[in-house]
């Protein structure tokens, strides 16, 4: 029962809803290959989200994921290298890159007790200094077999970045609510002070929730990066505000403290959804628009409203 | 005479657990009418339905005799009820006046009358013996000051019924006898006064009348003459009660756990202190001297420089909270909501916070083993309620029982409070005092910051009384008595020589 | 005539060596980085003819305001010329005619300015570009069939002229259905988004007409990863589309915005500060890649970033041919 | 003595008032003069009038839209919605302005769906109780969708006069922008803009206080709205058009210039004065690296850097004392 009431069910059921309708209505979306092509788009912002998940329970917010994605889909290919058959040493590399980046924006916030906000939108204008630097660089198209399969192979039928996104969930469900590390989190997230009074090292987490996100971040961006064959500024442009909205509509609290990756999940299916189903809807841009607006309304008025607090 | 405010029968309950059950009250003019009950009894619940800020489920709330259809926040103003809430209705960045004067602004042209409330909240200041500027902002404030202020905000408002949620909980002595004599006289000018605490010698000076409410069922309704304060725990309690202070008997050792020399932190100035294994030392003073930051300093909660400390046997200061903790220290802090507790989490995740903090990082959690340990601790320290409901869920003196309880499964070698009976019945204090001196013989340090003089005096090894950011004086346990505690906060030994 | 004089802008005492403010609405894309490329080129080659002797470089991060807050500070500071790619149609219009009016010389390029307060404009025919994307696709259906439209992003002049440029062809063909249209940015990622959303909903696709950008490289995916064939489709010079192209063996036709506008214009603001007649608006002819000069282009791919376009070779007889043009 | 003291008032207490609230934000302050020498050092044309003029000018559009995100964060809000908000108003103003209705009816339409829509918006976020980053982000679709529809594309007109009237050489925008600041003081003097702070910072004490807590946030919603479109109506004059997506950016700059300025998210937490210094900053910072001869690369290295630093400095110093 308590299953039943709890949020993370509720978007799922939201989803399940929008889906079937939105067969009905036309033809071919309810199709098998066309779900399970939404839930693999999904895995990019539920891989990007899985950090902001946690940055945000934690309190923070953070406005550098976009940037990430683009830095870790760009450079990747400046990094690909004969040497390696299994083009696994260039994503650690990356992943290893985009981690580094989170974790400066950590040190930022919990050292120079920089706002978030401030800090992670700081950190993107950074990178884009750096995307001046490094975009373009790479006059060979240099394909990476790792990111390759990543983006393209269905083992089982299940896409690949799928199957990553299965077992990133399974991680982040674990330490988000199995570990100490996890509780620390929720602490930080419903009172600092309290749970620095506590004995919480709250510089060390928070370092580690924001390398987290860079990490998550990096990994979006080779995913992307595999299914699109190529990188580009801006590639990750869609997924800044994409995660915010995953994450709240998956009954996370904004405000920090309370919530579970478990409803950002569905969360991130169902933006695709909605972004799929306004595709096919012939309208003008502007009614497009404002029937996406619409439906997130809507849908946040069934999953995402917020609890009193005192 | 009909009374000015009543309530007839009211119940209220939450989530289908009843907090009040045919509950009423009556407030009569010149009278100061106690509340009394346990922690979660429903005092402030029951005020809150007085004053309109929560609406009855059954019952009605009568104003001069007239039941009140739907009682708000804006009606009750205008009746002339003024409460002063047990959580603060203050707001940090607004100055003393601007807070003084919320919700009711003297209007000129529409605009707030800024003269007219200057004058209105410095009479209203004036009353409570709050003497900083009207302009300085409330969050520069400490607790006990900002407390005169919620007082003065209930003042200005000129009520005729006066509704205080132990207002004296975070007020010193001095500051306590200022708002007795201010109440005194209110009552005299034919005010009604209800007035909760868990103070029962204020009780017993001040009232005339008392309400005794006991699991949101009202158990007597009479007037104090002819009871003293054991009758009126048996009230609250439903048996005899045993003495508040438990017997005291010397456990400290001449060893120190805690030592610094030229301590620097906050407000405290190069002070020297020793702190024994096996004592329970208290410190004592005027809110706002510097205690506070000598706790936090020691705790490694802020930025503190020292000539030289030993703690537990290891040279340094602490330098983090963490460390502090892995030294044996623990803190519990005054102020409950903002510093003790994650009032949007449930109340075991609370208890169990300390142990996160130092458990391995990605070590997987036992959930069983959790709730186990939260029910021990409730168990130990009677905390009433759900476990797995929200702290905010629970009433002021079980959130802090809980703040406490979250230290007893890492036991902790020093103990820094910070007043930690604030707000807590009478029962508990008893047990709180009996675990304090318990965990002294024990062998432990506790180190008692208390705005509750009464309790420095009979727990005490010693006392540190602080005023201005120093130890004005140590006074042993043969030289231990409130006024000796009173005299040297206020500084007056000086003032004599000077005399 | 005064408009005409006007138009020329420029005035007072200016003298070789010049600076120049090239106004960038937004440094980072990998279009924009080529862009840069070709002005830089343009400028050490003016450079060493003693004509320039600094590029002053700012980047409005893709927001109109803070390009016209630039403008207004190249104003400021009385640069030569100033060459832009306009963050709006509309938006820089007033800052423009300013700079006109204090004599600085105006090239504006790619994205233009709806005002004649210029020394000149240089440009491709957007609207032609629609038109013979259009013809291209319906030749290549045959005249009839269900096509999908992909646009470039809404609310802006460059993707609308496009879209309305197409419309002559399309009417004028009515067994030429329009299955769906979308409007993103020209990107590979959203795209491919879309059209896959496309696909499912319309099952029969006989064309894509695809108006720019890296728009065409996303739909050639889309229909691949879902085991589709492949159909005609319209493009741009994007060098993963061009792969694509030669990889899927695809029936398509391509034109492009040539980086080298950059260069162009730098070329002609100096042209116009050494007292040069220029026209008041520079049409480009579009360039246009086809099955019979792919290879071409291909084969000078390595020279170009993999993200990038391979755009036409440019040299400083083409620049002097196109400004003798009337 | 005493009849004296009793007969006047007591203290006097607005301009102290006032005073303590440069306390947060002198540090911004000393940055910002900082930057406006050196602006004025590397640019002296920036003492005429006209330089005055256009110098304001760029910063006016945002100065208003960091006090309608001031606004929303002292109630504890924010808004993504800011930068489509701006779009409509300027969209609105260049439609309209030209038309039947001319400029009064046209900036009355720019004033009323700015009204309009920060009340309905606040409605949805006060009353239903949803978080409003997402409200205001669904909103930003909504809204940017409308302005889509007014104008699918770039153009629209704004009568000459007012153009020169707002956007030429006259500091009419400076005088604007001290109106604005005035009827804020004003409206800030107000009962209910008063209870900003306490309706932000602590509700649940504001409510048991009397405060009307949720008008004075929906309020602020609307008061916001309405600072945002008449932010698009200057962009409109300005650039004598309409775009219907010109404003965009102002968005995240809106909060960067609110949190540069010291407002928190909690709410309650800032002042206005430092909203603007912080939007004044934002806006020094591009034209004084322009004449510093930034790179685009310097430009964007060196604004993260200053962000920071204008935030972290101020703080470092507070731990430090
Ligand atoms: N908003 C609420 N939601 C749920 N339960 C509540 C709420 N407010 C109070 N309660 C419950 O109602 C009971 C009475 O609380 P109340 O605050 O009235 O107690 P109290 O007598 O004032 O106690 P204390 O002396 O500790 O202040 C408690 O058990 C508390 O847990
Ligand atoms: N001490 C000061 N030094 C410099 N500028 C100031 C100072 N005080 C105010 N200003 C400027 O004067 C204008 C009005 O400031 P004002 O203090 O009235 O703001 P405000 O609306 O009062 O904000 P708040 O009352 O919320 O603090 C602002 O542009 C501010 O930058
Ligand atoms: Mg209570
Ligand atoms: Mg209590």
Same mark, same amino acid.
């Given at each position: 029962?308590?299953?039943?009431?709890?949020?993370?069910?509720?978007?799922?059921?939201?989803?399940?809803?929008?889906?079937?309708?939105?067969?009905?209505?036309?033809?071919?979306?309810?199709?098998?290959?066309?779900?399970?092509?939404?839930?693999?788009?999904?895995?990019?912002?539920?891989?990007?989200?899985?950090?902001?998940?946690?940055?945000?329970?934690?309190?923070?917010?953070?406005?550098?994921?976009?940037?990430?994605?683009? !830095?870790?889909?760009?450079?990747?290919?400046?990094?690909?290298?004969?040497?390696?058959?299994?083009?696994?040493?260039?994503?650690?590399?990356?992943?290893?890159?985009?981690?580094?980046?989170?974790?400066?924006?950590?040190?930022?916030?919990?050292?120079?007790? !920089?706002?978030?906000?401030?800090?992670?939108?700081?950190?993107?204008?950074?990178?884009?200094?750096?995307?001046?630097?490094?975009?373009?660089?790479?006059? !060979?198209?240099?394909?990476?077999?790792?990111?390759?399969?990543?983006?393209?192979?269905?083992?089982?039928?299940?896409?690949?970045?799928?199957?990553?996104?299965?077992?990133?969930?399974?991680?982040?469900?674990?330490?988000?609510?199995?570990?100490?590390?996890?509780?620390?989190?929720?602490?930080?997230?419903?009172?600092?002070?309290?749970?620095?009074?506590?004995?919480?090292?709250?510089?060390?987490?928070?370092?580690?929730?924001?390398?987290?996100?860079?990490?998550?971040?990096?990994?979006?961006?080779?995913?992307?990066?595999?299914?699109?064959?190529?990188?580009?500024?801006?590639? #990750?442009?869609?997924?800044?505000?994409?995660?915010?909205?995953?994450?709240?509509? #998956?009954?996370?609290?904004?405000?920090?403290?309370?919530?579970?990756?478990?409803?950002?999940?569905?969360?991130?299916?169902?933006?695709?959804?909605?972004?799929?189903?306004?595709?096919?809807?012939?309208?003008?841009? #502007?009614?497009?628009?404002?029937?996406?607006?619409?439906?997130?309304?809507?849908?946040?008025?069934?999953?995402?409203?917020?609890?009193?607090?005192? | 005479?009909?009374?000015?405010?009543?309530?007839?029968?009211?119940?209220?309950?939450?989530?289908?657990?009843?907090?009040?059950?045919?509950?009423?009250?009556?407030?009569?003019?010149?009278?100061?009418?106690?509340?009394?009950?346990?922690?979660?009894?429903?005092?402030?619940?029951?005020?809150?339905?007085?004053?309109?800020?929560?609406?009855?489920?059954?019952?009605?709330?009568?104003?001069?005799?007239?039941?009140?259809?739907?009682?708000?926040?804006?009606?009750?103003?205008?009746?002339?009820?003024?409460?002063?809430?047990? *959580?603060?209705?203050?707001?940090?960045?607004?100055?003393?006046?601007?807070?003084?004067?919320?919700?009711?602004?003297?209007?000129?042209?529409?605009?707030?009358?800024?003269?007219?409330?200057?004058?209105?909240?410095?009479?209203?200041?004036?009353?409570?013996?709050?003497? *900083?500027?009207?302009?300085?902002?409330?969050?520069?404030?400490?607790?006990?000051?900002?407390?005169?202020?919620?007082?003065?905000?209930?003042?200005?408002?000129?009520?005729?019924?006066?509704?205080?949620?132990?207002?004296?909980?975070?007020?010193?002595?001095?500051?306590?006898?200022?708002?007795?004599?201010?109440?005194?006289?209110?009552?005299?000018?034919?005010?009604?006064?209800?007035?909760?605490?868990?103070?029962?010698?204020?009780?017993?000076?001040?009232?005339?009348?008392?309400?005794?409410?006991?699991?949101?069922?009202?158990?007597?309704?009479?007037?104090? *003459?002819?009871? +003293?304060?054991?009758?009126?725990?048996?009230?609250?309690?439903?048996?005899?009660?045993?003495?508040?202070?438990?017997?005291?008997?010397?456990?400290?050792?001449?060893?120190?756990?805690?030592?610094?020399?030229?301590?620097? $932190?906050?407000?405290?100035? +190069?002070? +020297?202190?020793?702190?024994?294994?096996?004592?329970?030392?208290?410190?004592?003073?005027?809110?706002?001297?510097?205690? *506070?930051?000598?706790?936090?300093?020691?705790?490694?909660?802020?930025?503190?420089?020292?000539?030289?400390?030993?703690?537990?046997?290891?040279?340094?200061?602490?330098?983090?909270?963490?460390?502090?903790?892995?030294?044996?220290?623990?803190?519990?802090?005054?102020?409950?909501?903002?510093?003790?507790?994650?009032?949007?989490?449930?109340?075991?995740?609370?208890?169990?916070?300390?142990?996160?903090?130092?458990?391995?990082?990605?070590?997987?959690?036992?959930?069983?083993?959790?709730?186990?340990?939260?029910?021990?601790?409730?168990?130990?320290?009677?905390?009433?309620?759900?476990?797995?409901?929200?702290?905010?869920?629970?009433?002021?003196?079980?959130?802090?029982?809980?703040?406490?309880?979250?230290?007893?499964?890492?036991?902790?070698?020093?103990?820094?409070?910070?007043?930690?009976?604030?707000?807590?019945?009478?029962?508990?204090?008893?047990?709180?005092?009996?675990?304090?001196?318990?965990?002294?013989?024990?062998?432990?340090?506790?180190?008692?910051?208390?705005?509750?003089?009464?309790?420095?005096?009979?727990?005490?090894?010693?006392?540190?009384?602080?005023? +201005?950011?120093?130890?004005?004086?140590?006074?042993?346990?043969?030289?231990?008595?409130?006024?000796?505690?009173?005299?040297?906060?206020?500084?007056?030994?000086?003032?004599?020589? $000077? $005399? | 005539?005064?408009?005409?004089?006007?138009?020329?802008?420029?005035?007072?005492?200016?003298?070789?060596?010049?600076?120049?403010?090239?106004?960038?609405?937004?440094?980072?894309?990998?279009?924009?980085?080529?862009?840069?490329?070709?002005?830089?080129?343009?400028?050490?080659?003016?450079?060493?003819?003693?004509?320039?002797?600094?590029?002053?470089?700012?980047?409005?991060?893709?927001?109109?305001?803070?390009?016209?807050?630039?403008?207004?500070?190249?104003?400021?500071?009385?640069?030569?010329?100033?060459?832009?790619?306009?963050?709006?149609?509309?938006?820089?219009?007033?800052?423009?005619?300013?700079?006109?009016?204090?004599?600085?010389?105006?090239?504006?390029?790619?994205?233009?300015?709806?005002?004649?307060?210029?020394?000149?404009?240089?440009?491709?025919?957007?609207?032609?570009?629609?038109?013979?994307?259009?013809?291209?696709?319906?030749?290549?259906?045959?005249?009839?069939?269900?096509?999908?439209?992909?646009?470039?992003?809404?609310?802006?002049?460059?993707?609308?002229?496009?879209?309305?440029?197409?419309?002559?062809?399309?009417?004028?063909?009515?067994?030429?259905?329009?299955?769906?249209?979308?409007?993103?940015?020209?990107?590979?990622?959203?795209?491919?988004?879309?059209?896959?959303?496309?696909?499912?909903?319309?099952?029969?696709?006989?064309?894509?007409?695809?108006?720019?950008?890296?728009?065409?490289?996303?739909?050639?995916?889309?229909?691949?990863?879902?085991?589709?064939?492949?159909?005609?489709?319209?493009?741009?010079?994007?060098?993963?589309?061009?792969?694509?192209?030669?990889?899927?063996?695809?029936?398509?036709?391509?034109?492009?915005?040539?980086?080298?506008?950059?260069?162009?214009?730098?070329?002609?603001?100096?042209?116009?500060?050494?007292?040069?007649?220029?026209?008041?608006?520079?049409?480009?002819?579009?360039?246009?890649?086809?099955?019979?000069?792919?290879?071409?282009?291909?084969?000078?791919?390595?020279?170009?970033?993999?993200?990038?376009?391979?755009?036409?070779?440019?040299?400083?007889?083409?620049?002097?041919?196109?400004?003798?043009?009337? | 003595?005493?009849?004296?003291?009793?007969?006047?008032?007591?203290?006097?207490?607005?301009?102290?008032?006032?005073?303590?609230?440069?306390?947060?934000?002198?540090?911004?302050?000393?940055?910002?003069?900082?930057?406006?020498?050196?602006?004025?050092?590397?640019?002296?044309?920036?003492?005429?009038?006209? &330089?005055?003029?256009?110098?304001?000018?760029?910063?006016?559009?945002?100065?208003?839209?960091?006090?309608?995100?001031?606004?929303?964060?002292?109630?504890?809000?924010?808004?993504?919605?800011?930068?489509?908000?701006?779009?409509?108003?300027?969209?609105?103003?260049?439609?309209?302005?030209?038309?039947?209705?001319?400029?009064?009816?046209?900036?009355?339409?720019?004033?009323?769906?700015? =009204?309009?829509?920060?009340?309905?918006?606040?409605?949805?976020?006060?009353?239903?109780?949803?978080?409003?980053?997402?409200?205001?982000?669904?909103?930003?679709?909504?809204? &940017?969708?409308?302005?889509?529809?007014?104008?699918?594309?770039?153009?629209?007109?704004?009568?000459?006069?007012?153009?020169?009237?707002?956007?030429?050489?006259?500091?009419?925008?400076?005088?604007?922008?001290?109106?604005?600041?005035?009827?804020?003081?004003?409206?800030?003097?107000?009962?209910?803009?008063?209870?900003?702070?306490?309706?932000?910072?602590?509700?649940?004490?504001?409510?048991?206080?009397?405060?009307?807590?949720?008008?004075?946030?929906?309020?602020?919603?609307?008061?916001?709205?309405?600072?945002?479109?008449?932010?698009?109506?200057?962009?409109?004059?300005?650039?004598?058009?309409?775009?219907?997506?010109?404003?965009?950016?102002?968005?995240?700059?809106?909060?960067?210039?609110?949190?540069?300025?010291?407002?928190?998210?909690?709410?309650?937490?800032?002042?206005?004065?430092?909203? =603007?210094?912080?939007?004044?900053?934002?806006?020094?910072?591009?034209?004084?690296?322009?004449?510093?001869?930034?790179?685009?690369?310097?430009?964007?290295?060196?604004?993260?850097?200053?962000?920071?630093?204008?935030?972290?400095?101020?703080?470092?110093?507070?731990?430090?004392?």
């Amino acid at each position: 029962m308590a299953v039943l009431s709890s949020r993370p069910f509720l978007t799922v059921a939201i989803v399940a809803a929008v889906w079937i309708a939105a067969s009905f209505a036309s033809r071919g979306f309810g199709a098998y290959g066309h779900l399970r092509y939404l839930v693999e788009l999904g895995a990019v912002i539920g891989l990007v989200a899985a950090g902001q998940t946690f940055v945000v329970i934690a309190g923070g917010i953070d406005l550098s994921v976009a940037a990430i994605v683009t !830095v870790s889909a760009i450079s990747l290919p400046l990094l690909s290298w004969q040497a390696d058959p299994t083009g696994l040493a260039p994503v650690l590399v990356v992943l290893a890159l985009t981690t580094i980046i989170g974790l400066v924006n950590g040190l930022g916030v919990a050292l120079l007790r !920089v706002h978030p906000m401030i800090m992670t939108l700081a950190m993107a204008t950074f990178l884009q200094g750096l995307l001046i630097i490094i975009a373009g660089g790479s006059a !060979v198209t240099a394909e990476n077999p790792l990111v390759h399969w990543l983006g393209n192979a269905r083992p089982a039928g299940i896409p690949a970045g799928v199957l990553l996104w299965v077992a990133v969930s399974v991680i982040v469900l674990t330490v988000m609510h199995a570990t100490p590390f996890g509780a620390r989190i929720f602490a930080m997230g419903a009172n600092p002070l309290a749970a620095a009074l506590s004995g919480v090292p709250v510089t060390s987490t928070t370092l580690a929730v924001y390398g987290i996100s860079g990490f998550t971040s990096g990994l979006a961006g080779v995913l992307v990066l595999g299914m699109n064959g190529q990188g580009y500024v801006g590639i #990750g442009d869609p997924y800044l505000l994409a995660s915010i909205a995953a994450v709240v509509l #998956g009954g996370t609290s904004i405000l920090g403290g309370l919530g579970t990756y478990a409803g950002t999940i569905p969360g991130a299916i169902l933006l695709v959804t909605i972004t799929a189903l306004i595709t096919v809807v012939n309208a003008s841009p #502007g009614w497009r628009s404002i029937l996406f607006g619409s439906l997130i309304l809507g849908l946040l008025l069934l999953s995402g409203r917020e609890q009193a607090r005192r | 005479m009909a009374p000015l405010l009543a309530a007839r029968g009211v119940s209220k309950s939450f989530f289908g657990n009843p907090v009040l059950r045919d509950v009423s009250i009556a407030l009569q003019p010149g009278r100061v009418h106690a509340l009394l009950g346990e922690n979660g009894a429903g005092k402030s619940t029951l005020i809150n339905l007085l004053s309109g800020a929560l609406r009855p489920d059954g019952g009605t709330i009568e104003v001069d005799g007239r039941a009140v259809a739907r009682m708000t926040p804006a009606h009750a103003r205008q009746a002339g009820i003024a409460v002063v809430q047990q *959580e603060l209705s203050l707001t940090a960045s607004l100055s003393i006046a601007e807070n003084i004067g919320l919700g009711a602004y003297p209007k000129r042209f529409g605009l707030v009358d800024y003269s007219a409330l200057a004058a209105r909240a410095k009479a209203a200041c004036e009353l409570v013996g709050l003497h *900083e500027p009207l302009s300085t902002p409330v969050g520069r404030l400490p607790l006990g000051r900002r407390q005169m202020v919620e007082i003065a905000k209930a003042l200005y408002r000129k009520p005729r019924v006066l509704i205080l949620d132990e207002p004296t909980s975070s007020l010193s002595a001095t500051e306590t006898k200022i708002l007795t004599d201010l109440l005194e006289r209110l009552r005299s000018e034919g005010i009604a006064i209800l007035y909760i605490s868990h103070r029962l010698n204020e009780v017993m000076t001040l009232c005339q009348h008392v309400t005794v409410l006991k699991d949101g069922i009202c158990t007597a309704d009479r007037t104090l *003459e002819g009871t +003293d304060a054991a009758g009126l725990v048996r009230l609250m309690v439903g048996r005899d009660p045993g003495d508040l202070f438990p017997q005291w008997r010397p456990s400290a050792s001449p060893a120190n756990a805690v030592s610094v020399r030229n301590f620097s $932190a906050g407000l405290m100035r +190069d002070v +020297d202190l020793d702190i024994r294994t096996g004592e329970v030392l208290g410190i004592g003073g005027l809110v706002g001297q510097g205690q *506070e930051d000598l706790l936090l300093g020691l705790y490694g909660a802020i930025p503190a420089r020292t000539a030289s400390a030993t703690i537990n046997g290891t040279p340094g200061l602490p330098g983090g909270v963490p460390r502090a903790n892995a030294l044996g220290l623990a803190y519990v802090p005054a102020d409950r909501k903002r510093e003790g507790l994650h009032l949007i989490h449930t109340i075991t995740t609370n208890m169990m916070l300390p142990a996160f903090a130092r458990l391995p990082a990605l070590k997987l959690r036992s959930r069983r083993a959790e709730r186990e340990t939260a029910r021990g601790l409730a168990a130990q320290l009677g905390i009433k309620g759900d476990l797995a409901r929200q702290a905010q869920a629970l009433s002021g003196g079980n959130q802090q029982k809980v703040a406490l309880a979250k230290w007893m499964p890492h036991d902790p070698v020093v103990l820094l409070l910070n007043d930690p009976t604030r707000g807590v019945d009478v029962e508990t204090k008893r047990e709180i005092y009996l675990m304090l001196r318990a965990f002294a013989a024990a062998g432990k340090a506790v180190v008692l910051l208390s705005s509750d003089t009464p309790e420095l005096v009979h727990l005490c090894e010693r006392v540190a009384v602080v005023r +201005d950011g120093r130890i004005a004086a140590m006074l042993e346990r043969a030289a231990l008595s409130e006024e000796a505690i009173v005299s040297a906060a206020m500084g007056a030994e000086n003032r004599k020589v $000077a $005399a | 005539s005064e408009a005409n004089a006007a138009a020329k802008c420029i005035k007072g005492d200016r003298k070789a060596p010049y600076t120049i403010g090239w106004a960038n609405i937004y440094s980072v894309p990998t279009w924009m980085k080529q862009t840069q490329g070709t002005i830089e080129a343009e400028v050490e080659t003016l450079k060493k003819q003693g004509l320039v002797d600094k590029l002053v470089v700012t980047d409005a991060q893709g927001d109109a305001n803070v390009q016209i807050q630039q403008i207004q500070s190249m104003i400021d500071s009385d640069v030569d010329a100033i060459i832009l790619i306009a963050g709006s149609s509309t938006a820089p219009a007033r800052v423009i005619a300013d700079a006109c009016a204090k004599g600085i010389a105006i090239i504006n390029f790619d994205s233009l300015v709806d005002t004649d307060q210029v020394t000149a404009k240089v440009n491709t025919d957007s609207s032609q570009w629609g038109d013979q994307a259009a013809k291209f696709l319906i030749d290549a259906i045959g005249g009839k069939g269900k096509i999908l439209i992909l646009n470039g992003p809404a609310g802006v002049s460059v993707s609308d002229d496009r879209r309305k440029g197409a419309d002559a062809e399309l009417k004028a063909h009515p067994d030429v259905t329009v299955l769906a249209e979308t409007n993103t940015p020209y990107n590979v990622a959203p795209a491919q988004e879309a059209v896959t959303s496309l696909l499912f909903a319309n099952p029969e696709i006989d064309g894509i007409l695809s108006l720019g950008g890296a728009l065409s490289a996303g739909a050639v995916l889309a229909l691949d990863k879902q085991g589709r064939d492949q159909v005609p489709i319209t493009g741009e010079n994007a060098r993963q589309f061009l792969e694509l192209w030669k990889e899927k063996g695809l029936k398509s036709w391509a034109t492009m915005q040539p980086n080298w506008l950059g260069a162009f214009a730098a070329y002609t603001a100096v042209q116009a500060l050494e007292g040069k007649d220029v026209p008041a608006f520079v049409k480009i002819p579009l360039p246009v890649i086809d099955n019979s000069n792919i290879d071409e282009y291909l084969a000078r791919a390595k020279d170009f970033p993999a993200d990038g376009y391979i755009y036409s070779p440019y040299d400083e007889e083409l620049f002097k041919k196109l400004l003798a043009q009337k | 003595m005493s009849t004296v003291s009793s007969a006047r008032p007591a203290v006097a207490l607005y301009w102290p008032v006032q005073a303590r609230r440069n306390i947060g934000v002198r540090s911004l302050f000393v940055v910002v003069l900082a930057f406006l020498i050196a602006y004025g050092f590397l640019f002296p044309g920036l003492f005429s009038a006209s &330089g005055f003029a256009k110098f304001t000018q760029s910063w006016f559009p945002l100065a208003l839209v960091a006090m309608a995100q001031a606004i929303l964060m002292l109630t504890g809000g924010i808004s993504l919605a800011i930068g489509a908000t701006v779009s409509l108003g300027a969209v609105i103003a260049a439609t309209t302005m030209a038309g039947p209705l001319g400029v009064t009816g046209g900036a009355a339409a720019v004033a009323l769906t700015g =009204l309009g829509i920060g009340a309905a918006t606040g409605f949805i976020v006060v009353r239903l109780r949803l978080p409003a980053i997402v409200v205001t982000l669904a909103g930003s679709f909504i809204i &940017g969708g409308a302005a889509l529809l007014i104008l699918p594309r770039p153009g629209g007109a704004i009568p000459e006069w007012l153009s020169d009237l707002l956007a030429g050489d006259t500091p009419t925008a400076f005088v604007l922008l001290i109106v604005i600041v005035l009827l804020w003081k004003l409206y800030l003097a107000t009962p209910l803009g008063l209870s900003l702070y306490a309706a932000g910072e602590n509700p649940v004490g504001a409510y048991r206080s009397g405060v009307p807590v949720d008008a004075a946030r929906v309020a602020a919603y609307a008061i916001s709205g309405l600072l945002s479109t008449g932010a698009g109506l200057f962009v409109a004059a300005q650039t004598g058009s309409g775009d219907p997506v010109i404003g965009a950016a102002f968005t995240l700059n809106s909060i960067a210039a609110a949190v540069l300025g010291g407002i928190g998210f909690l709410g309650g937490q800032g002042t206005m004065r430092g909203a =603007l210094a912080g939007s004044l900053l934002l806006s020094l910072m591009i034209s004084v690296m322009f004449f510093l001869g930034f790179t685009p690369v310097a430009q964007y290295v060196a604004q993260g850097l200053i962000i920071i630093g204008a935030v972290a400095i101020p703080q470092f110093r507070k731990v430090q004392q």
